[in-house]
């Protein structure tokens, strides 16, 4: 029976294959405010501006590639049973190889009817006022926006709290329900954050620090993991 490990990502995973994070210096919120286009309230008021904001992050996801980091995660399924809990909406841990990925903020490659959050499509292009989903209603991003529920939460749950092994990456673990995962995590699992920044760490007990950008952290973390077994 293999050990389970779980796994929480964010933004910071995909720093290196050149998508920006959120709060860093230069990040996506110091360009936009929140509340103009990842909120329903900025979607009732300007549609387009959210429209523009989901097109031109699509468009450059479409140009990047995963990096070190997404495929040293992909290689701990040779030993591992693995889970990865991601706040991201790129695709590029399933493009690095994972198979379980559970996407807790929704997915840019995916659209669904304003009507029926069910109703979801596949999305590589933009998309444009006056697109249908197909029960007719206007297409939107397939994403979480603030203010809005996390049902992907409930599938999350279970994974740490069964986990072995728990890893946080690149995450400043400020956007709940994600950050409260950690509190799931059972005492005697083994648990690393991973992260260059002093970023400020969790009350969990049997927590190691590796001060660390992803693609050199996560990759010294998983030949440790590899060699263990
Ligand atoms: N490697 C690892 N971590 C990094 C790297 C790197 N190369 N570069 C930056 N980081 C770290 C930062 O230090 C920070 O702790 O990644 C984290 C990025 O934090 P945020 O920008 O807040 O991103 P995230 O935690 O994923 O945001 C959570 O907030 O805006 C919402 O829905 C959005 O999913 C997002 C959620």
Same mark, same amino acid.
């Given at each position: 029976?293999?050990?389970? &490990? ?19 210096? =230069? =990040?996506? %919120?110091? *360009? ?8 329903? *309230? =900025? %979607? ?18 479409? #140009? ?6 997404? $495929? ?11 889970? &990865? &809990? ?13 198979? #379980? ?15 029926? *959050?069910?109703? &979801? ?16 209603? #206007? ?5 979480? %926006? ?7 939460? *409930? ?31 059972? $005492? ?42």
């Amino acid at each position: 029976m293999k050990k389970k &490990i779980a796994v929480l990502t964010g933004a910071g995973i995909s720093a290196e294959s050149g998508i920006k994070t959120f709060r860093d210096s =230069g =990040g996506l %919120w110091e *360009e936009h405010r929140i509340e103009d286009v990842a909120s329903p *309230e =900025g %979607w009732r008021r300007n549609p387009q501006l959210v429209l523009d904001f989901y097109n031109q992050r699509r468009r450059q996801l479409l #140009q990047v590639a995963p990096n070190r980091a997404h $495929y040293a995660l992909a290689e701990l399924e040779s030993k591992y049973s693995v889970t &990865i &809990i991601t706040q991201n909406v790129d695709d590029l841990h399933e493009r690095a190889g994972s198979t #379980q990925v559970i996407h807790l903020h929704g997915e840019l490659l995916k659209a669904r009817s304003v009507l029926n *959050e069910h109703c &979801i499509v596949p999305c590589h292009s933009d998309i444009k006022l006056g697109d249908k989903a197909p029960d007719g209603a #206007q297409l939107r991003p397939h994403i979480v %926006w603030f203010g809005e529920a996390v049902p992907e939460i *409930e599938n999350a749950i279970p994974k740490v709290r069964e986990a072995d092994i728990f890893i946080i990456i690149g995450t400043s673990l400020v956007v709940y329900p994600a950050a409260g995962l950690v509190n799931y995590a059972r $005492y005697e699992a083994r648990k690393w954050l991973i992260d260059p920044n002093d970023t400020p760490m969790p009350l969990v007990p049997n927590l190691r620090f590796i001060q660390q950008k992803a693609t050199v952290g996560v990759d010294m973390l998983v030949k440790q993991l590899l060699a263990d077994v």
